[in-house]
């Protein structure tokens, strides 16, 4: 799976204005029903209902929120960098400034585990999260999400 599989150029945003966990939650939940043709509130409900069952800020200033929806066709990812980090109750207790939304379809299976996992490895790289944080704008941040498959092949 790659990288490219799951973002399109539109669907990363730099800069995202949110002052909280709720409201970065409802930001990519509107980018998403914008790009997905699904449910606003549905995507939202979604999300509340995985964090309610733990938080998915994975540390290092990284949250990685996901789920799944039955009406949607293939997965989609959503990147987001933060203007202002926030509180995300984080394992780690800091604050997150860099969000990776995944969807998926219900019968995803082990293609949805196979994105988090993709997703996941990609953001655990200290040195790609460096450049994320201080990338140009959306264009550039899409290149390095991109990009780092090109360099691993």
Same mark, same amino acid.
């Given at each position: 799976m790659e990288m490219s599989d799951l973002l399109q150029p539109k669907s990363v945003v730099a800069g995202l204005r949110v002052?909280?966990?709720k409201q970065v939650l409802q930001e990519? $939940?509107?980018?998403?029903?914008?790009?997905?043709?699904?449910?606003?509130?549905r995507i939202f409900e979604t999300l509340l209902e995985r964090e309610r069952l733990g938080t998915t800020g994975v540390g290092n200033g990284i949250a990685i929120p996901h789920g799944k929806?039955?009406?949607?066709?293939?997965?989609?990812?959503?990147? $987001?960098?933060?203007?202002?980090?926030?509180?995300?109750?984080?394992?780690?207790?800091?604050?997150?400034?860099?969000?990776?939304?995944?969807?998926?379809?219900e019968t995803?299976?082990?293609?949805?585990?196979k994105a988090l996992a993709r997703v996941s490895r990609l953001l655990r790289d200290a040195s790609t999260c460096e450049k994320l944080r201080g990338a140009k704008g959306a264009d550039g941040l899409y290149m390095l999400l991109t990009q780092s498959e090109a360099q691993a092949a």
């Open positions: 002052t909280s966990k990519l $939940a509107k980018h998403a029903a914008e790009l997905t043709g699904t449910s606003e509130r929806l039955s009406d949607l066709k293939r997965l989609c990812g959503y990147f $987001a960098r933060l203007e202002k980090p926030i509180d995300f109750e984080a394992i780690d207790e800091q604050p997150v400034d860099l969000v990776f939304l995944l969807l998926a379809p995803a299976g082990a293609d949805h585990l």
